[in-house]
């Protein structure tokens, strides 16, 4: 990426300087939409302005933005941090597969430290990705030992958090209720801090007794915001909505992951809580939660964010999820009007409402709608230049939200600003080397790797397919075809 001697180098922006983003395609994500040849300031953690020709302070550092698109920081309202050490281990699993790993056989033997390296890496790859804001599903966490561990990897990267702790291998009326994880939420989390935030992870596999009534209270008490894997083919069910409803325990701080595969009565209870979901498309198209839910909700009007899940199996690239998540929708709705005998004439979810969950729909997720998710004057600066004037895929530029969703990469980030620090410049991270994460990242697959022993490692990342039964074809040719025949006789 070539700029003129003029521009400003990696090492200018301090901390103390302003810098103005000049004559980008603004998505604003709020009134007015988009802004063509508009320019956006930003000063201390704040965005000042953005709009056409800004006069700017004295000393201000000029970004030539121009070629480029200015949106928000995506938001990852899902992420299993912690799992990203074995990226891409599971790329065959099914979802049975992935809970005998983690839940029946191997999770048990990840330590701090391995919960530390994958969060590590994962924070890295977040903020290198553009993913200003990431809530970590951290149910990895067996003891706040290993919350530390975790809160460690956010403290050295800068990104903006938001540590969703959980314990799968506990029960969650118990360890929120515990002495010792009270000790941690206030040795961690005793004053208001927009980039770092907490809130509880927890499932509901619908027991008759409905057990986590204590765990939802504790977040109440608390003051916390939950998390909650929901409509889970065949784990997480409409049993668990009903009881979180009866219970009244629904409000508009749960958020429900996947949803994926709910009645219409569970999607109605959501709706009139004011719950959100967070869509994993590719999770869902891979693991078999149920299908996207994207289609589904959008028809109840429920809020969605996008999230990535697990890079144990699939990449944590926004752009993909994004991209997968519009052509899902766009797939189901026309299957079901083939199945109709119709025609789709008018394809309903646009790019721009997956460019707004990717954003401002992650910050209602989250609920800090009124902090991030947008580019508008007074909110904290988050922002992605996407421009790379080498590249054939941003050029021409005609539709911008549809070039952001279908058109642009990682590799087209310019420059990624988290809470008005630049933390990538020119398409290269600063002072973010990966060497020392790698290595710390290598150190737990090997010891990952030597708990489980060769045969077991090998039989995890490879399951048994089982024989596919063979479907008769009458249009095979067969001896006596007069075409076999014929080919025979040459
Ligand atoms: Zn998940």
Redesign the pocket.
């Known amino acids: 990426m070539s700029t003129p001697d003029s521009a400003p180098k990696a090492e200018d922006f301090t901390a103390d300087r302003p810098f103005v983003f000049r004559n980008a395609i603004v998505i604003t994500v709020d009134s007015p939409g988009v802004l063509d040849d508009a320019d956006v300031l930003v000063r201390g953690e704040t965005i000042e302005a953005v709009g056409p020709h800004l006069e700017v302070p004295e000393g201000t550092l000029e970004i030539d933005a121009r070629g480029g698109i200015l949106t928000p920081g995506f938001i990852d309202s899902?992420?299993?941090m912690w799992q990203t050490a074995l990226r891409g281990y599971g790329g065959d699993w099914a979802l049975s597969q992935y809970f005998v790993f983690y839940y029946l056989q191997w999770g048990q033997v990840f330590r701090p430290e391995d919960v530390y390296a994958g969060n590590l890496l994962s924070a890295l790859e977040s903020v290198d990705t553009g993913v200003t804001t990431t809530l970590d599903?951290s149910?990895g966490l067996r003891n706040p030992e290993y919350g530390e561990a975790a809160l460690q990897a956010f403290r050295e990267i800068p990104g903006r958090f938001v540590l969703a702790y959980g314990n799968y291998l506990g029960a969650p009326w118990e360890w929120a209720n515990a002495p010792e994880f009270r000790r941690f939420v206030t040795d961690n989390f005793n004053a208001p801090n927009d980039m770092l935030g907490l809130q509880l992870a927890f499932d509901v596999p619908g027991a008759a007794e409905f057990p986590e009534r204590g765990a939802f209270e504790a977040a109440r008490e608390l003051g916390l915001r939950v998390t909650t894997?929901a409509g889970v083919w065949g784990a997480t069910t409409d049993t668990a909505i009903t009881q979180m409803y009866d219970a009244g325990f629904m409000t508009p701080e749960i958020c429900y992951?996947?949803a994926s595969s709910l009645n219409e009565q569970s999607y109605q209870k959501i709706a009139a809580t004011g719950g959100t979901v967070s869509v994993?498309t590719e999770?869902e198209q891979s693991a078999g939660q149920g299908y996207p839910s994207s289609w589904a909700i959008r028809r109840y009007g429920i809020p969605a964010s996008i999230?990535m899940?697990?890079s144990v199996w699939w990449s944590a690239d926004f752009f993909s999820a994004m991209r997968a998540t519009l052509s899902a929708d766009r797939s189901r709705d026309h299957l079901e009007a083939h199945a109709r005998n119709e025609t789709i004439v008018a394809n309903r979810l646009r790019a721009e409402d997956v460019v707004r969950m990717a954003t401002m729909g992650g910050a209602k997720s989250l609920g800090m709608e009124d902090t991030i998710g947008s580019i508008t004057p007074g909110k904290k600066a988050d922002l992605l230049l996407i421009k790379n004037d080498e590249s054939p895929a941003m050029t021409p530029i005609l539709n911008p939200y549809a070039h952001v969703v279908y058109q642009a990469g990682t590799a087209d980030l310019h420059t990624v600003v988290v809470n008005g620090k630049v933390v990538k410049y020119e398409g290269v991270r600063i002072g973010m080397p990966l060497a020392p994460v790698a290595e710390k990242v290598a150190q737990s697959v090997a010891y990952v790797r030597s708990q489980l022993g060769d045969n077991a490692w090998n039989e995890g990342m490879h399951p048994e397919l089982p024989t596919d039964e063979e479907i008769e074809n009458p249009y095979t040719y067969t001896e006596g075809d007069a075409r076999v025949t014929a080919a025979s006789d040459d």
């Open positions: 899902h992420r299993h599903w149910h894997h992951v996947h994993a999770s999230s899940d697990t």
